[in-house]
């Protein structure tokens, strides 16, 4: 069998180089604006929630995002502050957001975030960690705080000029988009109905100006605590005048998210399921 010198010359023609790995520093740089950029997004986060946002799938993530944060805290781009349950959480410093926009990432610092020691840090916190839980499955979340400052691709003041009010979070699947409401602590009758209307603009555009379309609407809150049964009966008020199948329509389009916490705000998972209207305080 004769041999052509063109595969002889495949055959002895040396394997092109393997593409280089990032170095050790690389990585670290790498790592290092990644938390820069899920602070610039949610405002201030805890090392666990740091962890969820970069480090979704790594069995160490929390040693990584302590590791990120100590350094990031010696060159002054963060800050620790004490939050409402008395651990750390970390914002944005005048430098940190400065190193940010210089990539071109709209950032501003955290300083002066009242939601970090006040009252509402465990809706900010349960918001933010959901929304980091729904990045994780390939989803944009955007918490309140990035509508607030247009780190997101819809505003506050189109979601209130369309739906007269601002959701504590978006959820966004392609063209797909789902208003997030987060039940921190029980909300009054009148604004659970107002809540449950939305889910009669699904389909519908949710802005001229964007190429979204409701999807849905999702409700998060604490799986011990009896929300779900409150938003039921909410809804039988406000869909009343409905047929049961218009009922039942309506209800599909609501999400109850469930979410199993430990102390204080440990995040252990959450289920997610339709609302059901059978459900009795």
Sequence with gaps: M????????GL???APPKP????????????????????????????????????????FGEQMAQRTVRVLAESGELKARRNAHGSLSYVLTRPGA???????????????LASVSGPTYAHFALTARWCLAKQAQGFEAYSEYALVNGFAPVTAQQLLGRYRKLCDAVLIRGKQLWLVETESAPKGTPELIRIAALAEQVARPVHPELPYVLAGVVIVFDETLNHGARIAKAARERWARYSAVDQATLASRVTLARVKLGLPLVWRGCTEAPLSLAQRV
């Design 2 to 9: 004769r041999v052509s010198s063109d595969f002889l010359g």
């Design 12 to 14: 002895l023609r040396p």
């Design 20 to 59: 280089k790995l990032p170095t050790a520093r690389e990585r670290a740089a790498t790592n290092r604006l990644n938390v820069l950029r899920a602070l610039a997004v949610h405002g201030h986060l805890r090392c666990s929630d740091l962890a969820a946002a970069c480090w979704p799938q790594a069995a």
């Design 98 to 112: 400065a190193a940010l926009e210089l990539r071109g990432v709209a950032a501003r610092h955290g300083l002066d």
